[in-house]
């Protein structure tokens, strides 16, 4: 038997065992607190959506959930930066499923030149991608790492992208399945409305310990959706679940958390 061919060591087999490179996707799965935070439910007391007023009590909410929906809702307010005629926001929260949707101008559907593809596949669908790397600028938006919504495509069962780019006349749609992990071929298509971007997902809820979408984790994110009305400029309108939110300035949101006082 050649030196080759020798069976492994105790030892080495030891050491091998203890020392482990994992893939980039195995190690967001695998350690996620690095990623979004915590998966495990924790109490805490946070302010969160009641009666159309912010109240301030105990809930018991997952972290690294919370992040993953605050990821994709982010991206569609800071939209606004790159587009001001942006105006309107829509989010709609399911027992199994979350959509954010934004009219501002769509994910350029272009095949990128050194990657070989679609760039709504690259930015939402391969880690360490995104739009916002120049050091050089000042960044007025969220996101710099290549993560982003990826995250939230990691941590769920299903995730789609639906957006038109005006200027390519394309309309993009495109889902990905099990944590990322499978690729669906991209459907393209001509399109002549005005652009936009919807994301579907449904968050893998078993890895965050739940069987599904509890009361205090619907009222936070609901709360979280009326932080953007609140936030963003006065021409955004932003909906929930169909509902257009009475809240279009800084002012109205505050007066949400006191007792009394009209929004």
Known sequence: MSALAKPMSDRTKAVSKKYQKKSHLQHIKERPDTYIGSTEAREEEKWVLHDGKMVRRSITYVP?????????????????RRDQSMKVIKVNITADSITVENDGA?????????????V?????????S??????SSDRVVGGRNGYG???????????????????????YAQTWHNNMSICE??????????????????PDFAKFGLQGMTSDIRSLFEKRVYDIAGTTPK???VYLNGIKLPISNFKQYCAMYFEGTAV
Not at 156 to 166: A, G, H, K, L, P
């Open 64 to 80: 690294g959930l919370f992040k993953i929906f605050d990821e994709i809702l982010v991206n569609a307010a800071d939209n606004k």
């Open 106 to 118: 769509g994910i350029p559907v272009v095949m990128h030149d050194r990657q070989n593809m679609w």
């Open 120 to 128: 709504p596949q690259m930015v939402l669908g391969e880690l360490l």
């Open 130 to 135: 995104g739009d916002n790397y120049d050091d």
């Open 149 to 171: 919504a990826k995250l939230a495509n990691v941590f769920s069962t299903t995730f789609c992208v639906e957006t038109v780019d005006s200027k390519a006349k394309k309309k």
């Open 185 to 202: 071929k991209p459907k393209i298509t001509s399109a002549k409305r005005k652009d936009y971007t919807r994301i579907t997902f449904a």
């Open 235 to 237: 021409d955004v309108r």
